[in-house]
């Protein structure tokens, strides 16, 4: 094996380690109707680096089925597949949008994970509570996963890749 691809291998085991130990950490503010799942910063790290789309995607996973095995993630199996697929999809288009900047910040890349969370994880809350899908209560809860994700990505997120790349780390990504 390469020692890239050994190298980028490394590089998402700890992304996803530290995804899923940070989301376990905090377990009360990472499953619930109002979410705040700080890990979902790290969302913004395929802006320094494409390929950590898989690390934060893995991150995810086990994150979400060790929340469904313990009955800390109300939402169940179906989290592991939908909300983490939202997680990649979010990843992959933060990925191409990293190279928009405003005042030097990627902000718009910041927004996939907001809305597609909001989407998915927020109609998952909606059928889970309703039986259904119905616009009023399917906006409250996106609303309320979409608030959270706006802490994390939007907030927690854009001030990582600012340290990041301020401070030069950045480059140990790449």
């Not at 190298?7 to 989301?23: E, F, K, P, V």
């Not at 789309?53 to 995810?60: A, F, M, R, S």
């Not at 616009?135 to 001030?159: H, K, M, N, Y």
């Amino acid at each position: 094996m390469k020692s890239q691809n050994l190298r980028g291998l490394a590089r998402n085991g700890l992304i996803a380690a530290a995804y899923a130990a940070l989301s376990l950490a905090l377990t009360p503010f990472t499953f619930g109707q109002v979410q705040c799942r700080v890990s979902e910063a790290l969302t913004l790290l395929p802006v320094l680096c494409p390929s950590s789309v898989w690390g934060v995607t893995l991150g995810c996973v086990v994150t979400n089925l060790v929340g469904a095995s313990a009955g800390t993630n109300f939402l169940g199996i179906a989290d592991v597949f939908l909300g983490s697929a939202a997680t990649l999809a979010a990843g992959l288009m933060t990925a191409r949008l990293g190279k928009y900047r405003w005042k030097g910040l990627p902000v718009l890349a910041s927004l996939p994970p907001v809305l597609l969370n909001a989407i998915v994880v927020g109609g998952e809350w909606c059928y889970v509570m309703t039986g259904g899908l119905a616009p009023l209560p399917f906006l409250t809860f996106g609303g309320f996963i979409a608030l959270g994700q706006l802490v994390s990505c939007c907030g927690l997120g854009l001030v990582m890749i600012y340290a990041l790349e301020k401070s030069g780390a950045s480059r140990v990504l790449q």
